[in-house]
């Protein structure tokens, strides 16, 4: 039944859900860093998904989710596949103020269950520049006025401190736009890091290399317990092709030395990098690459290229459910084969796991 399950979150991820969602409050974050554009549902205790609501082709979804009898239920072409928890779209603390009198909903937001997570700079240079990443939106939420442009100490301390109180928030992830400067976002990331450490729950960064790797210290030695340096693809053409900013600044080898620098201080299972399904020419390419990074000790969590609002790349064609279960199989091998546990993983995206099936693939699929 559990493996049924995990293949079933995958197959949400290429079909998407619909649903009412005046009535079910809202589809989800539209648009913003990180796989943007879908709500979280609980399939089974430990299987959460993060399903597409807002791209196109969800209109096409085979999937419906109802409400019946005071539970929610997935319908696959009118017949009931399953009964699931919708996870709330809203807590009591966004509507709260800080100190400063800034709504928390725009400080930061609940991830998966209990993930509070934020950017904490939400601008990046390669927008200045017009060499985003093309499967970015990091800058959308902004124009929204859904955030703010960068997270005061104080409004996340206190935003954290009330999600905590609240009883939603186990784990804290970090992210920020690149910064045109050596520390890339490091040095204000140790400046949040710090602060929030006080509150006792596991915090997770991530950043693009810095040019000096001492960085990495001082985002650990501030209180940061998992790190992830997000590479999203190993092969150069892909690299230079969609990440354009990015693969002018550090190339495969310097995240591949920083990844080594990382597993050093943070320890294994707990140095991780988006690599996203779609990206490549071939399913074998992309599951080679995914063993050369295991086999580095890093845990690769692959999540596929979702379209969002405002980025260059609205439009892919998204994953066949067959291709998507065959690398999620062959990465519950590899994972084993290089004793590499997400399970142990202490806090941010992969201990979340919404938006991947990285944890179903080592438990129910290898």
């Not at 240079?125 to 960068?150: D, H, M, N, P």
Request: overall charge neutral.
């Amino acid at each position: 039944m559990l493996k049924d399950l995990a293949k079933l979150k995958i197959e949400l991820f290429c079909h998407g859900l619909k649903f009412d969602d005046k009535r079910f409050g809202g589809k989800g974050r539209r648009s913003g860093a990180g796989p943007a554009g879908g709500r979280f549902l609980r399939l089974a205790k430990d299987i959460i998904a993060n399903v597409p609501t807002w791209p196109k082709f969800v209109k096409e979804s085979i999937f419906e989710l109802r409400y019946e009898d005071n539970e929610f239920e997935i319908w696959r072409e009118e017949k009931e596949l399953v009964k699931v928890e919708l996870i709330p779209s809203r807590y009591d603390y966004y509507d709260k103020k800080t100190s400063n009198n800034i709504m928390m909903r725009k400080i930061a937001l609940i991830h998966g269950e209990d993930c509070l997570a934020t950017t904490v700079n939400q601008r990046c240079y390669y927008w200045r520049t017009g060499q985003q990443c093309v499967f970015c939106g990091i800058e959308e939420s902004l124009k929204r006025a859904e955030t703010v442009a960068k997270k005061d100490p104080i409004d996340l301390y206190e935003t954290a401190q009330s999600a905590i109180e609240e009883g939603v928030c186990k784990h804290i992830t970090l992210t920020t736009g690149t910064v045109n400067s050596e520390d890339k976002g490091a040095k204000y990331m140790e400046k949040i890091v710090r602060k929030l450490s006080t509150l006792g729950v596991p915090i997770h960064v991530q950043v693009e290399p810095p040019k000096d790797f001492k960085w990495f210290d001082k985002l650990h030695d501030a209180g940061a317990e998992t790190i992830g340096v997000h590479i999203e693809t190993m092969n150069p053409e892909s690299f230079s092709k969609y990440c354009p900013g990015k693969s002018n600044s550090s190339s495969i080898e310097t995240f591949i030395n920083a990844w080594r620098y990382c597993l050093d201080i943070f320890g294994k299972n707990q140095v991780d990098t988006y690599y996203l399904i779609g990206l490549e020419k071939s399913i074998e390419d992309l599951i080679a690459n995914l063993e050369k990074i295991a086999n580095l000790e890093v845990i690769p969590f692959p999540v596929q290229v979702r379209p969002i609002s405002g980025a260059k790349l609205e439009d892919i064609k998204i994953p066949e459910y067959d291709d998507l279960l065959n690398i999620y199989s062959e990465l519950g091998k590899i994972l084993h084969k290089n004793s590499l546990n997400p399970f142990q993983n202490k806090a941010g995206c992969v201990r979340c796991n919404s938006c991947s099936a990285l944890k179903e693939a080592y438990r129910y699929l290898s």
